[in-house]
């Protein structure tokens, strides 16, 4: 059966400070890893990662992948209280629906 | 943009009662998604269709079925609706394996 792993699945920081989110996967056949950011309402797309190494970044946030050991990591340099939303990880294997994580709730206090 | 637009945002029904959520894509995708998030338990997958009239079950599909008539509407029914079933449903499009495209969500509520 294909599971999902965030870690951990709350987190209170302050502001400026840096995160790291984790989520390790057991999937058969994959394809991809993928990142969103709930706030309120639905999911926004941030990353998908389909290769060991290669780090993806947009602005503040970048995020890694590694397949031999099958997890990634999510990072957060200088949060702002912007970034406090529940960060979801989520796996496509074989077929066409992703495989979701439970999230992780991140509160950025100011 | 895609644009995923689910019709009610809020809903209050009671038990028993017959629920039909909708959903429509205006990119052409040909996938079309419901998950259900609860606290605690993620985002689950109830069912998924990846053509016209074509279904197939999730993990959690007990309590419900769909209908795709056609290619940009994705429908949820709940034949009777059960209090455990009171929950943020989300639908989503994508045109192949990868990125999924969420609607805004609808809250149900089944007292």
């Known amino acids: 059966e294909d599971k999902v792993v965030q870690s951990p699945l709350s987190l209170v920081v302050h502001e400026g400070d840096t995160v790291t989110l984790n989520c390790s996967y057991e999937?058969?056949?994959?394809?991809?890893l993928l990142w969103y950011k709930q706030e309120k309402k639905a999911p926004t797309f941030l990353f998908m990662l389909?290769?060991?190494?290669i780090e993806k970044k947009s602005g503040r946030l970048s995020s890694i992948l590694d397949k031999k050991e099958l997890f990634s990591i999510l990072n957060i340099t200088a949060t702002q209280t912007g970034d406090s939303a529940i960060y979801l990880c989520?796996?496509?294997?074989?077929?066409?629906?992703?495989?979701f994580g439970k999230g992780t709730s991140l509160l950025v206090t100011p | 943009d895609v644009k995923v637009t689910q019709s009610s945002r809020y809903l209050v029904k009671r038990t028993g009662e017959k629920v039909f959520l909708e959903c429509v894509q205006d990119?052409?995708?040909?996938?079309m998604f419901w998950y259900r998030q609860d606290p605690g338990l993620g985002l689950r997958l109830i069912y998924f269709?990846?053509?016209?009239?074509?279904?197939e079950k999730g993990d959690i599909p007990e309590g419900y079925s769909v209908s795709r008539e056609k290619k940009e509407r994705f429908s949820l029914i709940l034949e009777s609706a059960s209090t455990n079933q009171t929950s943020m449903y989300l639908c989503?499009?994508?045109?192949?394996?990868?990125?999924?495209?969420f609607g805004e969500g609808s809250r149900l509520t089944v007292l």
């Open positions: 990119m052409d995708h040909e996938n």
């Open positions: 999937v058969t056949n994959f394809r991809s």
């Open positions: 989503a499009s994508s045109p192949g394996p990868g990125e999924l495209f």
């Open positions: 269709s990846y053509d016209v009239k074509m279904k």
């Open positions: 389909t290769s060991s190494g």
């Open positions: 989520a796996v496509g294997g074989a077929g066409y629906a992703l495989n």
